[in-house]
Structures are given as structure tokens and as C-alpha cells.
């Protein structure tokens, strides 16, 4: 899997991380559709190595494939240890799954995204959602 090297990528999770940049308005280059890719990564301020998955489309049968389909190939990057030699900060640190949407989650993604969260967190990773309009 290819990484996207965003400089700004620390600048940007940090941004996020307090509210005041709409993410998916910085990321329309990425997304959940270019499954071959990381769409970002960088390190929180609290150290944790966060892979985020951008999510423009509008909630559907298709897309819940597309990000099972995503969810799955970051997954596999973290499983097989390729993280670390694409991104070598990530050693020795906790590492979290974002999905950032555009739309608020159907109740059928809601319920797909709080069964990714229970099973990623029982396999030792964070996995969390968030909605930027």
C-alpha cells in the first residue's frame, strides 16, 4: 500500500484535533474511492499514530463497501508491519483508525462504524468516526 507524504500533515491532525479545520475541505484529493492509498497519517499530540480515512460520499450500500474494503487494507498496513517502514515514527506508539465523513452516518453505517470500533479496539487499535460538514 502506498503512503501519501503530506508535509502538513502534523499541522493539519493538529488543527483537527481542536476543532478548527474542516478536514474533508483539505483532503479533497483523497479519499475513501483510491483504495490503493494511506489517505493521511501523522502522530496526535497526545503521540498516537492516527490513519485517517477520508469519506466524501453520501451513505450507501456501496460506500459501507468501500470503507469495509478501506478499513480492511489499513488493517492489513498495521498487521503486517509495513507501518513502520513507511512511517517510522509509528514504533512503540498506540495506533488509531479515523474515519472522517462528510455526511452523518445512517443508522446502518452507525451500526457498521460501532461494530469496526468494538472489534478494532478488542485487536489492540483505536478506531473512532467523526462528521465534518
Not at 25 to 33: D, G, K, P, R, T
Not at 78 to 93: L, R, T, V, W
Not at 99 to 105: A, F, I, L, S
Not at 109 to 129: D, P, S, T, W, Y
Request: hydrophobic share 40%; aromatic share 10%; proline share 2%.
Amino acid at each position: 500500500m502506498h503512503v501519501l507524504r503530506w508535509s502538513l500533515c502534523s499541522h493539519f491532525c493538529a488543527k483537527r484535533a481542536q476543532g478548527k479545520l474542516p478536514l474533508l475541505a483539505a483532503l479533497n484529493v483523497m479519499s475513501i474511492e483510491d483504495q490503493s492509498v494511506i489517505d493521511v497519517i501523522g502522530a496526535a499530540s497526545d503521540g498516537t499514530v492516527d490513519l485517517t480515512i477520508s469519506n466524501h460520499l453520501e451513505w450507501s450500500e456501496n460506500s459501507l463497501f468501500l470503507l469495509q474494503e478501506k478499513i480492511n487494507k489499513y488493517l492489513a498496513f498495521i498487521e503486517s508491519g509495513e507501518i513502520y517502514s513507511a512511517y517510522p515514527n509509528a514504533k512503540g506508539k498506540n495506533l488509531k483508525i479515523t474515519v472522517v465523513c462528510k455526511y452523518e452516518p445512517s443508522s446502518e453505517a452507525l451500526q457498521f462504524l460501532e461494530q469496526c470500533a468494538k472489534i478494532i479496539n478488542e485487536a489492540g487499535f483505536g478506531f473512532r468516526h467523526e462528521v465534518h460538514i
